[in-house]
């Protein structure tokens, strides 16, 4: 079974702070996606990255920023958080090469004070 | 522009069937997946359908029809536990593509 993990179930920190969201795949899967999660507006697309050291801009990129230095690890940054930033956070990878099955982590609920 | 419908809430009954409709516009559009979520938990994968026509994996079907953008998911013999929400995807079918996932359904099955 393929297994997504990201490091927080929860969190909270101060607006301003730096928060680094960890997501660790185990299928050698090439592509992997950062969602965000909100009442009323469903899943949408922060980054993606088909290859290491490669990422590609999604839906709402704004105030994020990524790095995957290896494969199965894909990393959301939050440069300085702010409020609009809580929310939870959902990790997925894909296998690439017309993979169409996404797999989800287990999610991050960020609090942003 | 990208632009996805479905209805924002279905109720039923144990055993009943329903049906999600999803409409779609998007640019480069593979094929039509459908996750589930539970309250609280991660979405996770349903269906696929890259061709015209009806996918059935046991009590679910999903349908497509390309010239329509159009597609639904078919839930039959609903249980409790089919009480979720679930989201239509339009995408995927290449290496490098990316799903768009629409608001969500979510259905409201009771006894």
Same mark, same amino acid.
């Given at each position: ?35 965000? /999660? ?46 609009? /930033? ?12 017309g993979?169409?099955? /996404? ?11 | 522009g990208q ?21 779609y516009q998007t640019s480069g559009f593979y094929g039509l ?17 890259a ?15 390309r010239?329509?953008s ?19 995807a339009p995408g995927g079918g290449s290496g490098y593509s990316t799903l768009t ?11």
């Amino acid at each position: 079974d393929v297994k997504v993990t990201q490091s927080s179930r929860y969190l909270v920190k101060r607006t301003g702070e730096k928060v680094f969201l960890e997501c660790v795949q185990d299928m050698d899967h090439e592509n992997m996606f950062w969602y965000r /999660q909100d009442p009323g507006l469903g899943l949408r697309l922060i980054y993606f990255s088909y290859d290491v050291k490669m990422k590609e801009k999604g839906d709402i990129p704004e105030g994020y920023s990524v790095s995957r230095e290896k494969k199965e690890r894909f990393s959301l940054i939050l440069e300085s958080a702010s409020t609009n /930033q809580t929310s939870m956070y959902l990790c997925a990878s894909s296998l690439g090469q017309g993979g169409e099955t /996404q797999y989800f982590g287990p999610g991050t609920r960020l609090l942003v004070l | 522009g990208q632009s996805l419908e479905q209805p924002s809430e279905v109720t039923a009954v144990e055993g009943a069937i329903v049906q999600i409709n999803c409409t779609y516009q998007t640019s480069g559009f593979y094929g039509l997946s459908w996750y589930q979520q539970h309250d609280g938990g991660a979405p996770t994968f349903l269906s696929y359908n890259a061709l015209d026509g009806l996918e059935e994996t046991g009590r679910f079907s999903s349908f497509l029809s390309r010239s329509d953008s159009y597609g639904y998911l078919l839930l039959q013999e609903l249980q409790m536990k089919d009480s979720a929400s679930y989201f239509c995807a339009p995408g995927g079918g290449s290496g490098y593509s990316t799903l768009t996932f629409g608001k969500g359904t979510m259905l409201l099955v009771s006894p």
